[in-house]
C-alpha cells in the first residue's frame, strides 16, 4: 500500500529558502525513482526534481535547475527537497511521489509553498 506525507511548506519571501520532507510508505519507492512535484494555482501539475532509488541520480526542470535540490534519506523512507533562491513563481502546492507520472495511483495531501515578493 502506497502512502504519501508531505511537510515543511508555508510563507516565505521572495530569496527564501525552504526545506521540503516527504514520508513515503511502500517498497515500491526502493524500486523507482520519485519525483516532487507542483501544482501552480490554475495551472497543470508539473514533475521538477527526480532522484533514483539509492540516491545516485538526481534531475531537475530547467525552471528550479541551481536553485532546487532533491536527496533522499532511505533509512527514514524520506525525500526531501531544499528549495533556495525562492521565487514568487515557485508558489504552488508541492507533492512527492514515483517519477513515472503513469505509474502513479494516488496522491498525498501535498504542502503549500508560497513566496511573496
Known amino acids: 500500500q502506497v502512502r504519501l506525507v508531505e511537510s515543511g511548506g508555508g510563507l516565505v519571501q521572495a530569496g527564501g529558502s525552504l526545506r521540503l520532507s516527504c514520508v513515503t510508505w511502500?517498497?515500491?519507492?526502493?524500486?523507482?525513482?520519485t519525483g516532487w512535484y507542483r501544482q501552480p494555482p490554475g495551472k497543470e501539475r508539473e514533475l521538477v526534481a527526480t532522484?533514483?532509488?539509492?540516491?545516485?541520480?538526481?534531475n531537475y526542470a530547467d525552471s528550479v535547475k541551481g536553485r532546487f535540490t532533491i536527496s533522499k534519506d532511505n533509512a527514514k523512507n524520506t525525500v526531501y527537497l531544499q528549495m533556495n533562491s525562492l521565487k514568487p513563481e515557485d508558489t504552488a502546492v508541492y507533492y512527492c511521489n514515483l517519477a513515472s507520472r503513469s505509474m502513479i495511483r494516488s496522491w498525498g495531501q501535498g504542502t503549500q509553498v508560497t513566496v511573496s515578493s
Open positions: 511502500g517498497s515500491i519507492f526502493s524500486i523507482y525513482a
Open positions: 532522484i533514483t532509488p539509492g540516491g545516485t541520480n538526481t
